[in-house]
């Protein structure tokens, strides 16, 4: 029987599988900066003063062994004063050096967030100190960028508002803007540092506020739980401006809820127009009706005296309007080409619903478009300027009939939106101020007639 011999001296192929020799690993000195297991174990060996000559790291540690050593001497403990530890509150407790569950992480209390007032002091705080950027929330979708810094910013002053817009100061996802462009939730808007007056807690008057709010609500002529529509009278303006100290914004604080909730503006009318104007109660209701008037849903009907008589009974005015002076936020509107600069396209259309001979009309005038001005800027391009009105009147030679006060004869006689919660059409009409009634007695008017202006084209 023939086989083949065993390998000897680990001399075969396989010899290497068997086991290493007693000499094939030789000892390893260290090399350099290295820091291996082993290293680490004896530098622990030594600082509990134990013998770590030899000593592996897969060793049990000597107290495991049966081995005597030499015990180290032992460190003197520091002692605690008695006071220290009676201060030391949970961790003096047995019980509460329990380790807590590793899985579970500790609920913090729920934390009450900052109020709306409180969002906004800490907002313009901040806008006075340097550069701020603020996120636009849902309930401001739809704003303008002008409103959503006075809101912001209240004390900031309406015209400042306009400037660092139009210098494009302010850059909203980092473009410059123009003061009527809308905003939409998530948007980041970059606000410049500005210096703003301190603002003085003026002390409240309650008699004050009571009377202001007894005015206001002598002027609606709608309301219910989320919009009113006033009757503003002529000469009160809608918003504070320079040298402007009562008007209709300020006089909503006396209105204020019990939840901090102002009632809003919607829109605007001009300082000497009369008429409709709508309120909103909460923030919702008025994102809603500023849709509306977006979206040209809403319908709005102006009554005015204008000099003259339209030799068209019935017609359309459609130009392009930009501000005379552009800096000037109550500049006069001039009448431009498409593509100028600042132009703006308005439509309005008109119909004589009763003349005095040829010195004065009657006009029922529908703006399908909502430009500063607007109505105002139209009657005076064919030649029909509103009597009484201190920008746009400039017919020569022309007199004012005996008995017509020189007041701006412009109502915002009628309008129709629907309602922010239900849908259903909102229809409320104001009656004529005392000057314009005044001057539809003496020229025979009847109110009560038919208004062609109602069966107008809405565009």
């Keep these: ?27 390893r000195e260290g090399t350099g900066p290295r820091t291996s297991a082993l290293d680490a174990a004896r530098r622990a ?10 000593r592996s790291p897969w060793d049990a540690p000597a107290a495991a062994t049966n081995a005597p050593k030499a015990a180290a001497p032992a460190k003197p403990r520091p002692s605690i004063p008695r006071a220290a530890k009676a201060s030391a509150g949970a961790f003096s407790d047995p019980a509460s050096r329990k380790r807590p569950d590793s899985g579970r992480k500790p609920v913090a209390p729920p934390v009450e967030g900052p109020t709306r007032r409180e969002q906004r002091a800490a907002a313009s705080a901040t806008l006075a100190s340097g550069v701020q950027t603020l996120t636009v929330e849902e309930d401001e979708a739809g704003m303008r960028i002008d409103r959503f810094l006075t809101t912001r910013f209240p004390q900031l002053p309406f015209t400042r508002v306009q400037s660092i817009v139009r210098k494009g100061e302010l850059r909203v996802d980092g473009k410059r803007v123009k003061p009527n462009d809308r905003l939409e939730p998530g948007m980041s808007v970059r606000v410049p540092p500005l210096k703003l007056e301190e603002p003085t807690e003026r002390p409240r008057n309650p008699a004050r506020e009571a009377n202001d709010a007894e005015f206001l609500r002598s002027l609606i002529l709608y309301e219910d739980v989320d919009m009113m529509i006033l009757n503003k009278p002529f000469g009160l303006a809608v918003q504070g401006g320079s040298g402007t100290v009562r008007h209709v914004d300020g006089l909503l604080d006396s209105l204020t809820g019990k939840d ?14 009369a008429g409709c104007l709508i309120i909103a109660k909460t923030r919702l209701a008025a994102a809603t009706l500023a849709k509306s008037f977006r979206s040209r849903s809403a319908r709005k009907i102006y009554w005015a ?14 130009t392009y309007l930009a501000k005379d002076e552009p800096t000037d936020a109550d500049a006069r509107m001039k009448v431009v080409k498409h593509g100028d600069d600042g132009a703006s396209h308005a439509l309005t259309y008109y119909a004589v619903v009763d003349q005095a001979a040829q010195k004065v009309s009657w006009l029922s005038l529908k703006p399908v478009t909502g430009r500063t001005h607007q109505l105002r800027a139209h009657a005076a391009h064919i030649g029909h300027p509103i009597v009484g009105d201190p920008k746009y009147f400039d017919v020569e030679n022309w007199e004012l009939p005996g008995g017509l006060q020189n007041r701006l004869h412009l109502l915002a006689r009628r309008i129709v939106i629907p309602h922010p919660r239900t849908g259903v059409p909102v229809d409320v009409s104001a009656p004529l101020p005392p000057h314009m009634a005044q001057s539809w007695n003496l020229m025979g008017f009847d109110t009560s007639q038919y208004d062609p202006i109602i069966e107008a084209p809405e565009s």
């Design 260 to 273: 901090g909730q102002k009632p809003r503006l919607v829109h605007r009318l001009d300082k000497d127009t």
């Design 305 to 318: 005296l204008a000099a003259g008589v339209p030799r068209t009974r019935q017609g359309r005015i459609s």
């Design 45 to 54: 060996a030594r600082n509990r003063g134990e013998d770590a000559s030899e």
């Design 1 to 27: 029987m023939t086989g083949r011999p065993p390998q000897r001296s680990g001399a075969g192929k396989g010899a290497g599988r068997r086991g290493p020799r007693s000499d094939a690993w030789p000892k």
